[in-house]
């Protein structure tokens, strides 16, 4: 299955989640534990976070449409199938790399209102972990 994975300070990346029994383990340890969906759009996708990112203290990744606020920690774009998830189809992958090439600083809460400040985004270097575990921001 082919995914989008946007972490925090960094610009989105496809990555291969192999079939197996392994398969949840993967998606796990991608978003850094217990995966949660959230469906923010009218296309067949779905974001999938750390259901406990925010009360984790994972750093404020990005925003997200919906009513959903924002994303704690690193989270995937994939494809919706039948009764699971799937490869996130290429001109997709297109259109959320371009939606979540800008970073973004969790400046403040205004009621229910995130304010966010847009930083732009570094490589992900290629020899580094798809989750790193720090609780902290990437240095800049």
């Known amino acids: 299955m082919n995914v989008l994975v946007v972490e925090p300070g960094y610009q989105p990346y496809e990555k291969e989640i192999q ?10 340890a991608i978003v850094g534990g217990l995966i949660e969906p959230i469906y923010p759009y009218h296309e067949e996708v779905a974001i999938v976070c750390n259901e406990e990112g925010l009360i984790n203290g994972l750093p404020f990744n990005r925003s997200v449409p919906g009513g959903y606020g924002g994303v ?69």
């Open 19 to 28: 079939d197996g029994a392994d398969h949840l383990e993967q998606m796990q």
């Open 72 to 140: 704690f920690g690193t989270f995937f774009i994939c494809g919706l199938g039948e009764e699971d998830f799937c490869s996130l189809p290429p001109k997709l992958m297109e259109r959320f790399k371009k939606e979540f090439e800008t970073s973004e600083i969790l400046i403040g809460v205004k009621g229910d209102d995130l304010m966010t400040f847009k930083v732009p985004s570094r490589p992900k270097p290629s020899n580094s972990p798809p989750h790193e575990k720090s609780h902290s921001s990437p240095e800049r």
